[in-house]
C-alpha cells in the first residue's frame, strides 16, 4: 500500500514490475494482429488497449536560491 500510495494513490495498489510488463507485452501483441492481419475492405478493427492507472501531474515546486553561507550555517548549527 505504501508502494501505491508513493507511486500516485491507491490505483495503482497491485501494479509491479510484472503487471507492467503483461500490460505492455498486450499492447504489442494487439498491435503485431494489427499490423500482420489481412482485415476485410482494409478496415483495421479498433483494439483497446490495456487499461492503466492514470498517472497525475506532479507540480514541481520553486526552488529558492541559497548561498555557500546560508548552507554553512546551516550545517555548523550556528
Known sequence: MTVALASGG??????????????????????NTKATGNWAKGKIP????????????????????VSVAEIYARLSGR
Open 10 to 31: 491507491r490505483e495503482y495498489l497491485g501494479w509491479g514490475v510484472e503487471r507492467h510488463m503483461q500490460a505492455d507485452l498486450f499492447d504489442a501483441l494487439n498491435q
Open 46 to 65: 479498433k483494439i483497446p488497449s490495456y487499461p492503466r492507472p492514470k498517472a497525475k501531474p506532479q507540480k514541481q515546486k520553486e526552488h529558492k536560491r
